[in-house]
């Protein structure tokens, strides 16, 4: 089993910034891509930001120049650091990953989501 574990969410004011983590454990023999969802109240759940195991990116457009994704790859952790927050990126923010289990299977895993709120 594995698991994904998030950390970093909070309450913030517009124009702040928050850097989120998430930390993967268990039969891991490595992980593919990883990337950050976000779902928003009554809203369905969407992709932020994904990086590869080589460390490509992609960002959605409505992040790009804002949010920045990383990994590290000895740690089996991938970040998010938002910055110029608005108050319509409050959302459930979900990491994501294509783990390659020591069994050589693959398989997508969440973490549980942590709350990022962009208030005055």
Do not use: H
């Not at 959302?91 to 549980?112: H, I, K, S």
Request: glycine share 10%.
């Amino acid at each position: 089993q594995v698991q994904l574990v998030e950390s970093g969410g909070g309450l913030v004011q517009p124009g702040g910034s928050l850097r989120l983590s998430c930390a993967a454990s268990g039969s891991i023999y490595s992980i593919n891509a990883m990337a950050w969802y976000r779902q928003a109240p009554g809203k369905q759940r969407e992709l932020v930001a994904k990086i590869t195991n080589g460390g490509s990116t992609n960002y959605q457009d409505f992040v790009k120049g804002r949010f920045t994704i990383s990994r590290d790859n000895a740690k089996n952790t991938v970040y998010l650091q938002m910055n110029s927050l608005k108050p319509e990126d409050t959302a459930v923010y979900y990491c994501y990953a294509d783990v390659l289990m020591r069994d050589r299977t693959l398989y997508p895993y969440w973490g549980q989501g942590t709350q990022v709120t962009v208030s005055s």
